[in-house]
């Protein structure tokens, strides 16, 4: 009975996007629109722009700056987020700080950016990184402070201290809620990713979406929609993938609490 | 061997302030099991933390062999009453026994070896490389035992290590805990508010009063050794030794007005 409905839902997470393709196919073919040109023709396009013509001016150099901005706040979110998870005087003093900094909408920034650090890759990695340090941060402080007070007792009577204590106790103790920030923290990067692009560039993804907007090359627009799409799915399912390997104990231990 | 002299312990300060510990001292002798029991809320678990170095007494002091306790002294090893929070879930049994050790100046062999004497003592030879949330209750306690044990602490104190377990589990458990102690030659501190099991366990049981907590009194634990779970507890200075605790708990409690107890 289990077995057969677990089967039934793989099945329908499959065929669900799949259907959608489908009506969406059937419907563009006989739409005639401008705005929404036969889902075929987006196919083809994109065949003939990403695989591979576009991955190496444009593909890769959006994933670089992503991949710097997201890896830079993460070490920043979590090396600050200890150190104030660890110290309730710096909290106190830095909350104030952290609570306007990431209430400051992200793409405010931007102009900030390009006047301090002009329209090149440190500018696009800089406001990536700044936006998605804020829930790496937050979530590690939560982490760090949460660590069980009779863990940390544990620690004290067995003369588990400083930086030990630290990478053997509060760490892998906060890293399920530090993943949670991670989680949010990659989707900002890629939006962020390609806003930077719209706003100041001659090459990257989001670029070539605007680009294409631009000289109503409508089908390029849409593959360019459908690869931003693809991507933000695959590099969310590579970071789940990962979470599932760090925490397996994390999901052990849950569900043998609700046991 | 480890002296509690003059020992209290306040909570918060002017009019809020709540007397955890208002005068204690006892002292426990090289090889000895003392049961420590008390009606619930009368800061058991606080005259434990500070004889652990964990907690600092307002007055009065711990000393071990004449060192004053301020802070966990090598020779303790503490095996606290919620097993679940102090096991590292992320952590397998062998990497949780061995956590202690890594500080120590030791060789991996020597390492291995206390860890293998140590689960093998607690029974959970086999278990080495699960993890803790995937035991019972009551192997997960045997799990921080064999940990404190791998420690190798001149002083194990234990505080109502059994009180989350079932009766038959916890009976198997103070045998084991027994077991450990002569093979291991231990002294232990064990907290418990359960008065059959510190007569049955102690060498010595002390009796506190309700708070603010002093002691009562020291009774020897006559009982032949060994102990066994049947024959021990049918023994008339058994039955005689549990009432008269009780009746002085009783008396005690109904003696002093009625205060919302501190837990």
Not at chain 2, 161 to 183: G, M
Not at chain 2, 205 to 219: D, I
């Given at each position: ?53 576009r991955?190496?001016s444009d593909?890769?150099p959006s ?134 692009e719209?706003?100041?560039s001659t090459e990257g993804?989001?670029y070539f ?51 | ?263």
């Amino acid at each position: 009975m289990r077995r057969s409905r677990r089967a039934l839902l793989i099945a329908l997470e499959i065929a669900v996007p799949l259907a959608a393709l489908a009506a969406w196919w059937v419907w563009s073919a006989g739409a005639d629109s401008f705005y929404f040109p036969p889902l075929a023709d987006i196919l083809a396009t994109f065949a003939d722009t990403w695989v591979f013509e576009r991955v190496g001016s444009d593909v890769v150099p959006s994933l670089a700056r992503l991949a710097a901005g997201f890896g830079i706040a993460v070490l920043a979110g979590a090396a600050l987020g200890t150190a104030l998870g660890l110290s309730p005087a710096a909290r106190r003093v830095a909350g104030p700080v952290i609570e306007f900094g990431r209430a400051v909408p992200p793409p405010a920034l931007l102009p900030f950016g390009m006047l301090v650090l002009g329209v090149g890759d440190t500018m696009k990695i800089f406001v990536i990184a700044i936006v998605c340090v804020w829930p790496v941060l937050l979530n590690t402080i939560d982490g760090v402070r949460g660590v069980d007070p009779t863990m940390l007792d544990t620690a004290r009577v067995y003369g588990i201290t400083g930086p030990e204590r630290l990478r053997r106790i509060v760490w892998p103790s906060a890293l399920p809620q530090v993943f949670a920030g991670l989680r949010t923290s990659l989707s900002l990067a890629l939006i962020l990713m390609v806003i930077s692009e719209m706003v100041a560039s001659t090459e990257g993804i989001g670029y070539f979406v605007l680009e294409s907007q631009r000289s109503f090359a409508i089908p390029e627009m849409w593959s360019g929609i459908l690869l931003l799409g693809l991507l933000g799915y695959l590099l969310n399912a590579g970071l789940a993938l990962v979470e599932r390997r760090v925490l397996r104990w994390h999901r052990g231990a849950r569900a043998s609490a609700l046991r | 061997m480890l002296d509690v002299s003059g020992l209290s312990k306040t909570y918060g300060e002017g009019r809020r302030v709540t007397h955890a510990i208002a005068d204690l001292s006892f002292s426990v002798s090289e090889g000895e099991f003392v049961c420590v029991v008390g009606p619930s809320g009368c800061g058991k678990t606080t005259l434990l933390r500070c004889m652990a170095g964990l907690l600092a007494p307002t007055s009065g002091r711990v000393a071990l062999r004449g060192q004053v306790v301020d802070g966990p002294p090598e020779q303790i090893g503490f095996v606290f009453q919620e097993y679940s929070r102090s096991l590292m879930p992320w952590l397998s049994l062998r990497d949780n026994i061995a956590l202690p050790l890594r500080h120590k100046a030791l060789g991996r062999d020597e390492r291995n070896r206390l860890v293998e004497d140590a689960v093998e003592s607690v029974g959970l030879t086999g278990f080495m490389d699960h993890y803790p949330w995937e035991l019972s209750g009551g192997m997960q306690q045997r799990v921080a035992i064999a940990r404190a044990l791998a420690y190798q602490p001149e002083i194990l104190l234990m505080d109502e290590p059994f009180a989350s377990v079932d009766a038959q589990t916890r009976a198997d458990l103070e045998d084991l805990v027994l077991r450990v102690r002569t093979a291991y030659g231990v002294t232990v501190v064990f907290v418990t508010h359960d008065i059959d099991e510190a007569v049955y366990l102690g060498d010595r049981v002390v009796v506190l009063t309700p708070p603010p907590t002093a002691v009562q009194e020291v009774l020897p634990v006559a009982l032949p050794e060994p102990r066994d779970q049947v024959e021990t507890k049918e023994l008339p200075e058994f039955a005689h030794l549990r009432a008269h605790i009780f009746r002085s708990i009783k008396r005690k409690q109904d003696d002093t007005p009625d205060l919302p107890a501190p837990t």
